[in-house]
């Protein structure tokens, strides 16, 4: 059964930023609906196209195509799986790295504070640790950290405080007992951009979603052919930061590094200058988009 449950994201923008042509293989990590790789096979003749995705509800939205192969796993193992279909080199390594709209709208999956459900968050549910897991065994600064660093949330302390006692009296395992004890920790007027930040950390934690990134961005450079494409969409400040850093230096720091003769040595050429962002259009139709950029990045 396919059912598309995710409207792809800056979806022409980011097709015509991988240069497509005849016989182009492509990783697309982030298959989620399909969106955006229906258009990819739209463009793509007879090349192949490596999709990846480790949640089961995107297994369902396969698309029954000889050219595309569907490997239910996270994208960090890309180089793994390329090598076990022999594939060494690719003209295009694409992700989306917003959570699906289906992921935000299912309660029990727990993603979302607007539901109650379990406080889930896994995007493999075979994965053994969940968001109930960390916010009820993490040491209180554990979770200061992580709140602080994967949320940016400027009253850290205070809110892993709060959930330390909250968590002594009963345990933390749904979305809704989360939500009132980070509600009452949220500066006046900015409640739901301060109850997202807490999800978002929490989520990134139990994915691991900067370590995955990482991992891809690092074997981008091995598996790239020169000139191909590396194309990233992001939705937050972090891990847009870490995209940016390595596109223009080769590491996650941004630190520049010259040859002997004051040449900055990078293995990308950026393609876009300034970030691409959803139009007016695209906003009306998909407000979730709105905090999406789009990087593009070539192989020296």
């Known amino acids: 059964m396919t ?3 995710h409207i792809p994201v800056l979806a022409r923008e980011s097709i015509e930023a991988m240069n497509l042509g005849p016989g182009s293989c492509v990783v ?6 399909g969106g955006h790789s229906r258009l990819i096979l739209d463009q793509l003749n007879n090349g192949r196209l490596f999709a990846f995705d480790q949640d089961e509800d995107a297994a369902g939205n396969a698309i029954e195509d000889d050219r595309l192969f569907f490997i239910r796993h996270n994208f960090k193992y890309v180089k793994n799986f390329l090598r076990h279909y ?55 600064a554990q979770l200061q950290q992580l709140f602080s660093l994967y949320g940016e949330i400027k009253n850290a302390r205070r809110l892993a405080s709060e959930v330390v006692k909250a968590r002594v009296q009963k345990r933390i395992d749904t979305t809704t007992r989360l939500k009132e004890i980070a509600a009452a920790c949220a500066p006046r007027a900015i409640e739901n951009k301060y109850l997202a930040q807490v ?51 080769g590491n996650f ?10 040449n900055v040595q990078t293995p990308f050429v950026a393609v876009n200058r300034k970030v691409i962002i959803p139009g007016e259009e695209e906003l009306a139709a998909n407000p979730r988009s709105r905090s999406a950029k789009l990087r593009i990045a070539e192989r020296v």
Request: glycine share 8%.
């Open 253 to 262: 720091e941004g630190k520049v590094e010259k040859d002997f003769y004051g």
């Open 86 to 140: 022999d594939v060494e080199e690719v003209d295009v390594m694409f992700a989306d790295l917003g959570v699906s709209s289906h992921d935000f709208d299912v309660p029990e999956r727990g993603f979302s504070f607007r539901f109650d459900g379990a406080l889930d968050m896994r995007m493999n549910r075979e994965a053994q640790t969940d968001a109930a897991t960390i916010i009820n065994e993490y040491s209180e």
């Open 28 to 33: 697309d990590a982030t298959f989620g609906g």
């Open 199 to 249: 999800f978002q950390a929490l989520r990134i934690e139990v994915n691991e979603e900067m370590e995955a990134l990482k991992e891809f961005l690092e074997a981008s450079l091995d598996l790239l052919k020169p000139g191909g494409r590396l194309v990233i969409i992001t939705y937050h400040s972090l891990e847009d930061r870490l995209c940016k850093n390595f596109i223009k230096t």
């Open 3 to 5: 059912n598309v449950y």
